[in-house]
């Protein structure tokens, strides 16, 4: 069974940057779409970016398009969030996920446990 590990948030001012890894354990996450969703308090989860197996393909939330950057190290199975120029509407609960090889853009069939990215004006 694989287990997703999400690390890297923390406190940060804002316009600073925060770099999120997600390391997978249990079996290999190369043939997967992976992503990141978040969930602010008292909002809704949000996708906030995806990547493809080969990470030829990448999707991002309008919101987050042009700072934010999805990647992936499949030797490692570990996929990262490079985000920057960050705001303090970014702050939420930043959960990493493996896609589904059905369903569309974002569906999910494993969570980590999500980590809290915390943004000061």
């Known amino acids: 069974q694989v287990q997703l590990v999400e690390s890297g948030g923390g406190l940060v001012q804002a316009g600073g940057s925060l770099r999120l890894s997600c390391a997978a354990s249990g079996s290999t996450i190369s043939i997967n779409g992976m992503g990141w969703y978040r969930q602010a308090p008292g909002k809704q989860r949000e996708l906030v970016a995806h990547i493809s197996s080969s990470g030829g393909f990448t999707y991002y939330a309008d919101s987050v398009k042009g700072r934010f950057t999805i990647s992936r190290d499949n030797a490692k199975n570990t996929v990262y969030l490079q985000m920057n120029s960050l705001k303090p509407e970014d702050t939420a609960v930043y959960y990493c996920?493996?896609?589904?090889?059905?369903?569309?853009?974002?569906?999910?069939?494993?969570w980590g446990q999500g980590t809290q990215v915390t943004v000061s004006s």
């Open positions: 996920y493996r896609g589904t090889s059905i369903g569309g853009l974002g569906s999910a069939d494993i």
